[in-house]
């Protein structure tokens, strides 16, 4: 059974940075694509960021410019730095990861920007 286990999120003020990370273990054998995805009371879920195996990366028009994904296969390790974060960023952030025909995601971990 894969399990994604994120890190806790928290309370930052506007302006200031934040790193998640999401490690998968059990399971694994190949891990195409990770990612973040995040969602707020009332709205849908939407990508923040994903990277594939090779170090692909793509971002969501929200967060351009503001925040790096990265991951380290050899630990089925991934990372989210955001920073200049904004209050509209406050949402529950989730992670995803996509092998051949499954995709799995994590409990979610709350983000929480102040303003």
């Known amino acids: 059974q894969v399990q994604l286990v994120e890190s806790v999120g928290g309370l930052v003020q506007a302006g200031g940075s934040l790193r998640l990370s999401c490690a998968a273990s059990?399971?694994?054998?190949?891990?195409?694509?990770m990612g973040w995805y995040r969602q707020a009371p009332g709205k849908q879920r939407e990508l923040v960021a994903r990277?594939?195996?090779?170090?692909?990366?793509n971002y969501g028009d929200s967060v351009k410019g503001r925040c790096t994904i990265s991951r380290e296969n050899a630990k089925n390790t991934m990372y989210l730095q955001m920073n200049s974060l904004k209050p509209e960023d406050t949402a529950i952030y989730y992670c995803?990861?996509?092998?051949?025909?499954?995709?799995?995601w994590g409990q979610g971990t709350q983000v929480t920007v102040s303003s």
């Open positions: 995803n990861a996509v092998g051949v025909g499954v995709s799995y």
């Open positions: 059990g399971g694994i054998f190949r891990l195409n694509i």
């Open positions: 990277v594939t195996i090779g170090g692909s990366t």
